[in-house]
Structures are given as C-alpha cells and as structure tokens.
C-alpha cells in the first residue's frame, strides 16, 4: 500500500511539473549574452523608449535582452535584479528606483560579477555602477525657465511642480529654473507642489491650486506628463492662455506644443543615454573598461513652436 501510495504521489508530481512548463510563458533569456534592461514604468513613454532603444541596441550587438519594469517599487526592483543575477546576466542597464534606496542593489549586482550601467537617474555613491549616463539635468532646467521667463515677459505669479522627491532628477531641475527665474522680481512663485511625475496627479493638484490662483502667469513642471496634466486642468478652468513649460520632450508635449497649448519643453535625449549604456556594457565586456569616466552627462536641448518639427520620440529625427 505504501508503495502505491508512493508511486501515485510521484505520478502527480510529474504531471504537475508537466502542466506548469506545459502553462508557463515563453523562456525567458539568461546566460552570458543576455543584457538585463530595467527601468520605471512602460506607461510613461520616456520610460518605454530608453527601454526600447536599449533593446534595439543589445540585439543589434548580438544579445539577448531580459526587459523588465521595477515600477519605482525599491523592493519590486530587488527582486529584479536577483532574477538577473540568478540568470548570469552579461550586464544590467538600469533606470534606478531612487538614488539613495537603489545603492545595496546596485552593489549587489556589482559583488556579483554584473556590472551596472545607470541611466537617467543616478544614484548617491560612485564607485558602485560602472557607469551613470544621465541626462545634463541643470543645463536643461536653464534653458527651460529661459524660455519660461522670455514667454511670461519676466513678470507674474506662477506655480511650480515638482516631481519624486526621492529622485535627484527632481531636486537639480528646480535648482535650475530657480538659478534663472529668480533673478527676476516681477516673477512670484504663488505655490510650490510635488505631483510625483504623474499626469492624473498633476491634473488634480492644479485643480486644486488654481481656485486661489486664477490670475497665474505660467505653470513650469519638472516632467513633461506632469505639465501636460496642468495643461488639462487649465484648459478645463477656462485658463488655457496660462504659460505652460514641461521637461523632457515627449511626444504629447511636442504634440501639445505644436497645437498651441504648451509653450515649450526641454529634450532630454532618452533613446541616446540607453544606447550609451549598451555600448559601454559592451566595450566593458570586451576590454574590462568603458573608457570614459563613470559620471558622463548629456546636453539637453530647448523645444519650442519654432523647431518642434525637429523632433521625434526622445530624439532628433
């Protein structure tokens, strides 16, 4: 009786290990010529095209690439890079989950054998990515509150919005257009507040802000889904002549922008920094070096009505 018992359990575990391989995905890369490629959310579309392009890269280069979105979830990202450890990753190219919460995992990763190359956010040590390649943030904040100041005629309240407060990107942003716009006393900021990059968040918040704030000169964001949601909020207040700036240079703002909405948008160019980091993963592998420094910053460039034509997804066309 025991034996039958013990071959009928054996025989139900074989089917059930049959039924899952037989009900599970496909097989995810892994192995030595696979890239990991990690990043926020695919719903924000600066997000979806640095993962994008850094796939395109990886497989023009002969790789495999392992996708995955970690959510801005610090935790959710962890795991994440364990899986990619697990597999025996080449490299992982990773838009980070908060530049102080992402530093054990990134070291991790690196005690592990995976060198890490950061885009678009860096984290707050150095000496633990192999390289962070970031878009010139402060450079790319000035020439936005430039255009801010130019089209508001240097005077009138306005309101700004801020993105993750755990995102360095969003602290060296707000150093920048305040490094220009308050140089000029007619501007008077009426309120300062964090909508966390999102666009629902922002519509809400402006909402909220413009029933004390109907005679606002412009509104200056620190993303671009977030001055597309203030958009919204004034257009649907009766406000849409206000002065809207975002960041990034995404396709709605370009789209908003040439539609006369938005005023302008400051490129930061997503699809060349994931391409980047493929690249120097690639030379590191070959070589044990990228050749450049770890902390590389790129230059962001000003979007207006005049040249929005000049732009396509994250990029020069």
Same mark, same amino acid.
């Given at each position: 009786? &025991? ?111 995976? %060198?890490? *190359? ?58 920048? *257009? ?35 704030? &109907? ?35 995404? %396709? ?66």
């Amino acid at each position: 009786m &025991r034996h039958l018992v013990s071959r009928l359990a054996a025989a139900i575990a074989a089917v059930a290990a049959a039924g899952a391989i037989a009900c599970s995905s496909q097989p995810q890369p892994s192995g030595p010529k696979t890239i990991a490629i990690i990043t926020p959310s695919h719903d924000n579309p600066f997000f979806k095209a640095e993962a994008a392009a850094a796939t395109a890269r990886a497989r023009e280069l002969g790789y495999d690439a392992l996708v995955n979105s970690h959510d801005d979830d610090a935790l959710k990202q962890d795991q994440l890079i364990d899986v990619a450890i697990a597999r025996h990753v080449a490299a992982l190219v990773l838009d980070n989950a908060g530049a102080d919460a992402s530093i054990a995992a990134v070291r991790k990763a690196k005690d592990a054998g995976v %060198p890490v *190359f950061l885009i678009d956010r860096e984290i707050n040590a150095t000496g633990v990515a192999t390289a962070q390649i970031v878009a010139n943030n402060y450079q790319g904040a000035t020439l936005g509150a430039e255009e801010f100041v130019r089209q508001t005629g240097e005077k009138g309240d306005y309101i700004e919005l801020v993105g993750k407060e755990s995102d360095t990107n969003a602290g060296i942003r707000s150093q920048g *257009f305040h490094e220009v716009i308050d140089r000029y006393p007619g501007l008077r900021m009426a309120a300062r507040q964090s909508a966390n990059w999102s666009q629902s968040e922002a519509f809400q918040k402006m909402e909220t802000l413009i029933q004390g704030n &109907r005679s606002i000169k412009g509104v200056i964001a620190g993303n671009d889904t977030m001055a597309l949601g203030a958009m919204a909020a004034l257009k649907a207040a009766g406000l849409a002549s206000v002065i809207v700036v975002g960041f990034d240079g995404s %396709p709605d703002a370009i789209a908003s922008i040439k539609a006369g909405e938005m005023k302008a948008t400051v490129l930061q160019p997503a699809a060349a920094m994931a391409r980047a980091a493929v690249d120097q993963a690639h030379q590191f592998m070959s070589t044990k070096s990228t050749g450049k420094p770890e902390k590389q910053a790129i230059e962001c460039e000003l979007v207006t009505k005049t040249n929005a034509d000049q732009f396509g997804v994250f990029a020069r066309k």
